[in-house]
């Protein structure tokens, strides 16, 4: 099967079950799942069912599509994401997000964990992402090209939105949560980085180092979607402190900044939804 016929039989899969159609789709990174239980669900769709999905397997992570209302948006919620880690090939990792795309989302919201690369961050903080580093993890674009969602050779100068993130940024300050501003790189995992490899992230401009979304909003990006992502600085990168890196110690400060992230991407999702409902006008 093509991955194009692998798509289409996703999206068969789940028209089948759902009949929902979202305005806004949102990945959740590792910490953040509960934000999905706090909405107005209409429906959920566990991956182990859709056929031809490719399962997520790192704990914290759920496995599966809410859908539903944030504060009255339309709205469909990965509860867990797919990793290149986790062995499959760049094209099932991105395989949700179009699948988004075709269940009718205009906008993607990606949010992750990291790692601060800049010295300047502290272990909690926000990052909303300004543009992003992928070169290091192969271009989920390789392979033919999916023609039905976007051109061979798709332009990246913009890739996170200027207007979403300033619609972010402005919610932040309004519920006066410190937000940091920077590139984000994303590196294979699924190891952490070594601190020569954090310097290195460094020299090349970025300020955050994580395991996934940069391929994510590429997929997305060529598939024409607007696109806007937080960070969670869950610890600064190896190097830049004496410790040891845990998944738990992730964990564990995604978890306890968990209730302000949720607070900032609910205000944000409706405040972006408004906006896109007036430049309809
Ligand atoms: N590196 C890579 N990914 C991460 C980190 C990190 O330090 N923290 C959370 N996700």
Do not use: W
């Amino acid at each position: 099967m093509t991955p194009q016929e692998k798509l289409a039989k996703c999206y068969e899969s789940f028209r089948n079950k759902i009949d929902f159609v979202p305005e806004v789709a949102i990945i959740l990174g590792s910490g953040l799942g509960a934000l999905a239980d706090e909405i107005d669900i209409k429906a959920v769709l566990d991956y182990k069912d859709i056929e031809g999905f490719p399962q997520s397997t790192v704990p914290g992570h759920k496995g599966r599509f809410v859908f539903g209302f944030m504060d009255g948006v339309p709205v469909v919620i990965m509860q867990g994401r797919v990793h290149y880690y986790e062995g499959y090939p760049m094209q099932d990792v991105v395989l949700p997000t179009r699948l988004m795309k075709l269940m009718g989302a205009k906008v993607l919201f990606v949010t992750n964990a990291s790692g601060a690369c800049n010295a300047d961050f502290s272990a909690g903080d926000f990052m909303l992402i300004t543009d992003q580093i992928a070169n290091f993890v192969p271009s989920p674009l390789i392979g033919a090209n999916f023609d039905e969602l976007g051109t061979r050779f798709p332009d990246m100068h913009e890739i996170y939105d200027k207007d979403l993130r300033d619609i972010v940024a402005k919610t932040a300050k309004d519920l006066d949560i410190k937000l940091q501003q920077g590139v984000y790189i994303q590196l294979t995992g699924p190891n952490f980085e070594s601190p020569s490899e954090v310097r290195m992230c460094r020299m090349l401009g970025a300020d955050a180092v994580g395991m996934s979304t940069a391929c994510e909003t590429i997929a997305a990006n060529h598939a024409g979607m607007k696109i806007v992502g937080i960070s969670c600085v869950c610890n600064l990168g190896c190097g830049l402190t004496d410790n040891p890196l845990t998944h738990e110690e992730v964990m564990e400060a995604s978890n306890k900044a968990a209730p302000l992230f949720k607070k900032l991407i609910r205000t944000s999702v409706v405040n972006i939804y408004s906006y896109l409902e007036e430049s309809k006008n």
